[in-house]
């Protein structure tokens, strides 16, 4: 899933989670900016990248256990269960389904990954009306990083796509091999 040479990626794993540190680290303790030691206590809270959290907590003992950020947690599920379309997804995270793709690793009942393909099928039709309609600002704003990508794409296509049936110079046609097919049907249907 990760993708060392993709600039987006790189974006989202840099994004905070909330851990628990579950060991004593010694002279970690500028990874907490309340820290006024130099270690790092056991059970101390700290946001730390997404990177560094899925490196420490892959350790065998795990060193942290990944808390789900506050998007992804019961509240803001039932807002996006309930209705995903009146999200600013712009607002509330830049790189919602990327940013839930890593934490759904860590979601021990599976709802953040339920959450992630409910809020898409939601969406999709605000995505492909937007991809119609770029012209509008409006429209790409309430978008995320990735739905954006995703409509920029579709608006090419569109754009493609009609100019294509606006050039007329090759117009769809039956192929010879179906208007046989027609043909030797509708002769053994005559001989029965």
Request: net charge neutral; with cysteine; glycine share 4%.
């Amino acid at each position: 899933m990760a993708n060392y040479l993709s600039i987006a990626d790189i974006l989202v794993t840099n994004e905070k989670v909330p851990c628990k540190f579950l060991h004593d680290l010694p002279k970690m303790g500028f990874l907490d900016p309340s820290a006024t030691e130099d270690d790092l206590k056991s059970g101390t809270n700290v946001d730390i990248p997404i990177w560094l959290a899925e490196s420490l907590h892959s350790r065998r003992p795990p060193l942290v256990s990944v808390d789900l950020p506050k998007i992804y947690k019961e509240a803001y599920r039932e807002i996006l269960n309930a209705d995903a379309c009146t999200i600013d997804m712009h607002k509330l995270s830049q790189h919602f389904y990327e940013l839930g793709c890593y934490i759904a690793k860590h979601d021990i009942k599976g709802e953040v990954a339920t959450t992630l393909i409910n809020t898409f099928r939601q969406r999709f039709r605000m995505i492909m009306a937007a991809s119609v309609s770029t012209d509008s600002v409006s429209a790409l704003q309430p978008l995320s990083a990735s739905e954006r990508d995703r409509t920029a794409s579709a608006a090419v296509t569109e754009k493609a796509l009609s100019g294509w049936l606006k050039r007329g110079d090759c117009p769809l046609t039956t192929a010879n091999m179906v208007a046989n097919h027609r043909k030797r049907k509708r002769a053994e249907m005559e001989m029965l």
